[in-house]
């Protein structure tokens, strides 16, 4: 009788944990938030995005893991036919929501620039050091190629007080990027534009102060034909900064580890299309700009620490996911999709680290006054 007794009692208390684990999460998501930079807007971020991809529907969820076939081992470009932008959109839909979990919500690895400081305070650093370079201040009109959900057009605005422009091909994003605005200092000086820049700008000419983007030229058809465009919507004595994910100094295409390791970080890295420095180099002077400055902005070089550390982060999640996928409290799509995503991180980590690849790069030119 006791002993059916204790089975009972242990059994309820077992049911009760169960029950709780969801509570469990939240507390676990508040104490890795609070204790992280930005931690009262990453806490809120972060419960956010895991109600949101709790919420995806399935048609949603088999389009982010399509998408994968963008990074597939025989990918060597992008094309920006209709089946390859409709893989970028079911990749980048999800995607915004799954980095926004972590501290990945502007969806871009910042260089090193504080070595005493994790990924978000670099971020910080790396766009006022990037909205100083620009030289833009109150009534500037500012362009933000590949805003994302307008985190960094937000804090471009709020620093300067230009307004700033967006333009992102994915409406999910875009949504999230007008829901920030009204939280902005002025919110009348954040616009968002749908567009692909791929295609013509949709923006007259000499119509722009300054124009940046960050790390989106992972999807580029036509270097020449992008850059010309900037030129093109610029204004004369304009100036730009250009934030990229480039092959890195050691990379050696003969070498099949490290091919291997390219092949692997791409998704992860959201890269299909990677050049050398000197390529980009070549084709933003093409353009007409004149080149300033084309240089890694890492504090020595040391980028891959703040991959590392969302490695740390990433990875205890998915199994945390994975187990309570298991016992029914989060949908089974939650750790299918962080699974996905991590696949790769340690290859990526290795290929920064190496110098096999650099998402660090920042090149700072100006257009010519005619």
């Known amino acids: 009788m006791c002993d059916r007794t204790y089975r009972r009692s242990k059994r309820a208390v077992a049911l009760l944990h169960l029950s709780l684990l ?27 995005a895991v109600r949101e991809i709790s919420a995806l529907p399935p048609p949603a969820v088999a389009a982010f893991l399509d998408s994968f076939e963008l990074f597939g081992e025989t990918a060597a470009s992008y094309s920006g036919s209709p089946a390859d932008v409709a893989r970028l959109l079911g990749y980048y839909g999800v995607l915004n929501h799954l980095c926004a979990v972590g501290d990945f919500e502007k969806m871009y690895l910042p260089p090193r620039l504080d070595p005493g400081k994790g990924v978000y305070g670099n971020q910080l650093l790396y766009e006022k050091r990037m909205a100083s370079s620009l030289g833009v201040g109150p009534g500037d009109r500012v362009l933000d190629v590949g805003c994302g959900r307008g985190l960094v057009a937000r804090g471009v605005s709020d620093g300067t007080g230009a307004e700033v422009t967006g333009l992102n091909i994915d409406p999910v994003q875009l949504a999230r990027a ?43 058809t036509d270097l020449d034909a992008f850059y010309a465009e900037v030129f093109r919507v610029v204004k004369p004595g304009a100036r730009v900064v250009f ?19 390219m092949r692997l970080s791409k998704p992860v890295l959201g890269g299909v299309c990677e050049v050398k420095p ?54 089974d799509h939650f750790a299918a999709m962080l699974g996905r995503m991590n696949d790769g991180a340690e290859a990526a980590t290795e290929a920064v680290r190496d110098g096999v690849t650099n998402l660090g790069w920042v090149t700072e030119a100006v257009k010519p006054l005619e």
């Open 22 to 48: 969801p509570f469990y999460m939240v507390a676990l998501l508040l104490l890795l938030a609070l204790s992280r930079e930005g931690g009262p807007h990453r806490l809120s971020a972060s419960l956010s």
């Open 178 to 220: 007008e829901s920030y605005a009204a939280g902005a200092l002025s919110p009348s000086s954040l616009s968002f534009v749908l567009g692909d820049y791929n295609d013509p700008l949709p923006f007259p000419d000499a119509h722009f102060d300054a124009a940046y983007y960050v790390q989106v030229l992972s999807y580029f």
């Open 243 to 261: 934030e990229d994910y480039v092959q890195g100094p050691n990379y050696d295409a003969s070498d099949p580890h490290q091919r291997e390791l």
């Open 278 to 331: 000197s390529v980009l180099q070549a084709a933003i002077e093409k353009a007409g700009f004149v080149v300033e400055r084309s240089e890694d902005w890492s504090f020595e070089g040391e980028q891959y620490q703040l991959m590392q550390q969302s490695i740390d982060f990433f990875i205890p999640l998915q199994k945390l996911m994975s187990f309570l996928a298991t016992v029914g409290l989060v949908p």
